[in-house]
């Protein structure tokens, strides 16, 4: 549900990079089945929790303001440490279905 809300539009339902909005983005979207391929299988869950917040530079995503979701997780209501918690608990099952959907066959 959260990958469908926060990333299938650039990524695609499949998360092959073929969103709806992909065709009009200067850079294409990942193909985030291979991620594995890329960075390691188990993923470092640190190093993606970084794109996927913000910390690290992804130039798909465009400036900081476009999408950090570490803050534009806008449907929190908590505060200081429990939004935090709560961020954090979304990027954590973020990542662990990035993680179900690794194509394996490539390597």
Known sequence: MLYVRFCAAC????????????????????????LGTRYGDPLPEAKVEDFIDG???????????????GERFNDIRAEG???DRAVKNRLAKIIAYLQSIQDRSRR
């Open 11 to 34: 990524h695609g339902l499949n998360a092959d990079g073929h969103g709806p909005v992909a065709r009009v983005l200067e850079i294409p979207p990942a193909n985030l089945r291979l």
């Open 55 to 69: 910390r690290a530079a992804v130039a798909a995503h465009g400036d900081r303001e476009m999408p950090v979701w």
């Open 81 to 83: 440490v429990e939004r």
